[in-house]
């Protein structure tokens, strides 16, 4: 059984078709990666299957099971979450804040706070976990900086270590190396490699493919709302239809 499989998706705004029978199947433990030129539907693909926007059209499983059209959530719960290329961060928190922030809480209830033992237990294993994940990010010094202190870069790994906080088993990332410098694009692709043991599964929108295709084991290539490729990294390039949709050719 697949794991995500997103079957003839389909999105209108009006008259404009952003995605037009979208349809591609998650590699599972892998970086899968989804390319195209700006406008042919990535992050309409990724808003429509997290849930952000509801599909005109088409379905999309996990593992089988139709999450078609359910608020974020939902979709959360069913274990997929993604990021935005602007990061969605609390500037006003501090990173340690920020990362046990997105860990998904049980709920407050008048039985547990008559128990502390229980929820200051279950508070101690989500520090000890925030501050595991950033120190594998190389962020633990600077926990207790505010999140607008730091610099870009740094803030896109802080959205990777939330989105580890959450324990999900699908994170969708776009375009988690804009605007970064080489050598820090170079380390969170490093990172999320890394997180592969874990057994998560990535789909990351990316343009900068002279990073990018470094790491991932599988590339989608989107052109006018649908998939019109897909192929090993180091093949991908060479397809016909890559070179004219995608590169101009």
Do not use: C
């Not at 209108?12 to 199947?25: E, R």
């Not at 120190?135 to 802080?158: A, T």
């Not at 776009?174 to 605007?179: F, N, Q, R, T, V």
């Amino acid at each position: 059984m697949n794991l995500l499989t997103v079957s003839e998706l389909r999105k209108s705004f009006g008259g404009l078709h952003a995605l037009d029978g979208a349809t591609l199947d998650l590699h599972p433990n892998k970086i899968n990666l989804l390319i195209g030129a700006n406008g042919s539907g990535k992050s309409t693909l990724i808003n429509t299957v997290s849930g952000l926007w509801a599909p005109n059209g088409g379905r999309v499983t996990l593992r089988g099971k139709d999450i078609t059209g359910l608020p974020p959530h939902r979709i959360f719960e069913h274990g997929i979450m993604r990021t935005f290329q602007i990061p969605k961060h609390f500037a006003g928190l501090s990173l340690m804040e920020n990362m046990l922030m997105a860990h998904p809480e049980p709920g407050e209830s008048f039985r547990k706070a008559l128990v502390p033992l229980q929820w200051k237990s279950y508070e101690a294993s989500q520090t000890k976990k925030a501050l595991g994940i950033l120190e594998s990010l190389e962020l633990l010094p600077l926990r207790d900086k505010l999140s607008f202190e730091i610099s870009g870069g740094q803030i896109k790994l802080l959205e990777l270590g939330k989105t580890l906080m959450a324990d999900t088993e699908i994170i969708m990332l776009d375009e988690p190396i804009a605007g970064v410098n080489p050598t820090l694009a170079h380390k969170i692709f490093k990172k999320i490699k890394e997180i592969l043991k874990g057994g998560v599964t990535f789909l990351i929108i990316e343009h900068r493919l002279d990073i990018a295709l470094h790491y991932a084991d599988y590339v989608f290539v989107m052109g006018d709302g649908r998939v019109v490729a897909h192929d090993l990294p180091d093949r991908i390039l060479d397809n016909k239809e890559v070179q004219e949709s995608y590169l101009g050719k």
